[in-house]
C-alpha cells in the first residue's frame, strides 16, 4: 500500500505518545492535521505561529527522528501555519535537515455580536434595552505590565495568541493555573484588555466563579436560569476566575457545562483560572474536566530573581520610584513567595522611608522585610549544607574537601562556604575545618569571590539563588 500524509502522519504519533507525556501529546500533537505528502516531505497544519515556534523549540528533535523512521534519512517537514485573511501569512519551518516553508492563509468565520436582545444583563441596571456590557476589566493589567520570564513563559505567549485571534485558535479553553499571588488574574484580565483593543467589537467579560454562582442562584430564585443562561452565550471572550469554588455548587456547573458548550461550539473563547491543574481539581463534574483539557493548560510559577528585579523595576518605573540598586537586589533575593508579597514589601519600605523622612537604604530595607522573610526554626548544619551542594553539583563530597584547582570543584567548596557562612552561627574557623582544615582566611577569600562572581557571571548567580532557597526550604 502506498504510503500517504494520513499513514505516514498516524505511524508518527503512535510512536510520539508513547514518549511524551499524555497532557503534552493532546496539547501540542493532536491538533496538528497532515495535508499533504510528496516523495519524502511531509506538510502539516498547526493552528498558528506560536504553536509553530513551540513545536520547534521543544519537539524539534522528537519529529525529526519519527519522521526519519517512516520516511528515511532525506525525509523533511514542512509546515502549513493558518493565519487570518486580514493578516499577512509569516513564513515559518522546521527542516529534516533543510527546507523552506510554505505558509496558506484561512478564512476565520467571525461571529458577530448581536446588540439588540431582550435578555437581561445580569451586569447593568434592570430597564436597559441594549446590550451594555462592562467587560469587568482593570485597564491596569495588561501585557506590558506582565514581566516574562521562564516560570510563566508558555502562559504569557499562549495568551497573546489568544487575544490575538480569540476563538480561532488551539487553546480553547486557556487554563491558567498557579498558587496564590503568581498573577493569574492580571493574565487573565490582561487577555481581556488586549482583546478589547485589537478586536473592540468582541464583547469580553470577566468574573469570578464567586459572582457567576451568586448570579445563578439570584436567577434561580427568580426562575430566570435560562435568561441567565442565554446572557452568557452572548459572550465572545468569557474569563471566568478561580474556578475551583465551583466544587461548592453543583447546579452553577450545570450552568457552567450548557455555556461552555454554546460558546466553545461557537467558536467563542473561553480563559479560565485555577488554583490547581485540572487534573487535581476535587469536586468538579468529570465532564467539565474533560472540557478543560481540551485546550491548554499553562501554569505560572514563583518568579526567578532576574524575574523578580524586573518586577520591581517595572513597578518602581510606573510609579515613578526610585530606590538604590543594591535594595533592590536585596527585596528580590529574600522574597521568594509570590509577586504579590513582593509588590507588599516595596510599598511597606516606601512607606516607612516616608513616615521616618529618612532615604531608603539597605539596613531600612533590612528592618521592614523582617515582617516578610519567615526566621528559621530549625538550625541547618554545615554538614547538611555540604550534601546540599555535592547533590546539586553532582560532586562527591571528598572531592569537595581535595586541594584541586578544578574549576567546577573549586566555585562548589567556595558556595558551600559561602552558604555554611550565611545560614550558620559557626565561626569562620570552624567553617574552614569542615574543608579540610582551611583557615579562617581561606573561608573570607571565599565568600567574597562568590559575591563578586554573582554580580558579574549571570548562571553563577542563579545556581547560588537556587541552593540558597534550598537551605532556607531546609532550615524552616
Not at 51 to 59: R, V
Not at 165 to 193: D, R
Not at 255 to 283: R, Y
Not at 399 to 404: F, G
Request: charged share 25%; hydrophobic share 40%.
Amino acid at each position: 500500500m502506498a504510503k500517504t500524509a494520513d499513514i505516514v502522519w498516524t505511524n508518527c504519533l503512535k510512536i510520539i505518545k508513547d514518549i511524551v507525556e499524555w497532557q503534552h501529546f493532546k496539547t501540542w500533537f493532536e491538533p496538528i492535521k497532515p495535508v499533504e505528502l510528496k516523495e519524502s516531505v511531509l506538510m502539516i497544519q498547526v493552528p498558528s505561529q506560536f504553536f509553530f515556534e513551540y513545536l520547534e523549540e521543544h519537539y524539534v528533535n522528537l519529529l525529526a527522528k519519527t519522521l526519519k523512521r517512516e520516511l528515511g534519512k532525506d525525509a523533511r517537514l514542512e509546515y502549513r501555519i493558518m493565519v487570518d485573511s486580514g493578516n499577512k501569512g509569516r513564513s515559518g519551518s522546521m527542516d529534516v535537515p533543510a527546507s523552506t516553508a510554505r505558509v496558506y492563509t484561512n478564512n476565520e468565520m467571525d461571529f458577530p455580536l448581536v446588540i439588540n436582545n431582550p435578555v437581561k444583563n445580569p451586569f447593568v441596571i434592570p430597564g436597559l434595552k441594549k446590550m451594555q456590557i462592562d467587560p469587568q476589566l482593570n485597564p491596569i493589567y495588561t501585557f506590558d505590565t506582565f514581566i516574562e520570564g521562564d516560570c510563566n513563559r508558555v502562559a504569557r505567549r499562549a495568551g497573546k495568541t489568544v487575544a490575538e485571534k480569540p476563538g480561532a485558535n488551539s487553546f480553547n479553553p486557556l487554563v491558567i493555573y498557579g498558587g496564590v499571588g503568581l498573577g493569574k488574574t492580571h493574565l487573565a484580565q490582561g487577555i481581556g484588555n488586549e482583546v478589547k483593543r485589537l478586536h473592540p467589537n468582541k464583547v469580553v467579560l470577566y468574573v469570578s466563579s464567586e459572582k457567576f454562582i451568586n448570579q445563578f442562584q439570584d436567577h434561580s430564585r427568580n426562575n430566570a436560569i435560562n435568561d441567565f443562561i442565554h446572557f452568557y452565550q452572548l459572550i465572545d471572550v468569557l474569563i471566568i476566575d478561580d474556578v475551583q469554588f465551583f466544587a461548592r455548587a453543583e447546579k452553577s456547573q450545570d450552568a457552567f457545562f450548557a455555556i461552555f458548550n454554546h460558546l466553545h461550539q461557537s467558536g467563542k473563547q473561553l480563559v479560565l483560572t485555577s488554583d490547581k491543574a485540572p487534573k487535581d481539581l476535587d469536586g468538579l463534574q468529570e465532564r467539565l474536566l474533560s472540557r478543560f483539557r481540551w485546550g491548554l493548560s499553562a501554569d505560572l510559577q514563583m518568579a526567578d530573581y532576574e524575574t523578580r528585579i524586573e518586577i520591581l523595576e517595572m513597578k518602581m518605573k510606573n510609579d515613578g520610584l526610585d530606590m538604590p540598586r543594591e535594595v533592590v537586589k536585596y527585596v528580590a533575593y529574600n522574597i521568594t513567595t509570590n509577586v504579590r508579597e513582593l509588590e507588599g514589601a516595596l510599598i511597606s519600605l516606601l512607606a516607612q522611608s516616608s513616615l521616618n523622612k529618612r532615604e531608603i537604604d539597605l539596613e531600612l530595607a533590612k528592618k521592614v522585610l523582617r515582617n516578610f522573610v519567615k526566621t528559621s526554626n530549625k538550625e541547618i548544619t554545615i554538614e547538611a549544607i555540604q550534601k546540599m551542594v555535592c547533590e546539586y553539583f553532582d560532586v562527591s563530597y571528598d572531592k569537595l574537601l581535595q586541594k584541586t584547582r578544578k574549576r567546577e570543584i573549586v566555585q562548589a567548596r567556595q558556595i558551600t562556604m559561602y552558604l555554611a557562612k550565611s545560614f550558620t552561627k559557626n565561626s569562620l574557623k570552624t567553617i574552614g575545618e569542615h574543608f579540610g582544615g582551611r583557615d579562617h582566611t581561606t573561608v573570607i577569600h571565599s565568600c567574597q569571590t562568590v559575591k563578586d562572581l554573582m554580580d558579574t557571571d549571570t548562571l553563577f548567580r542563579e545556581n547560588v539563588m537556587e541552593l540558597t532557597q534550598k537551605v532556607q526550604l531546609a532550615s524552616m
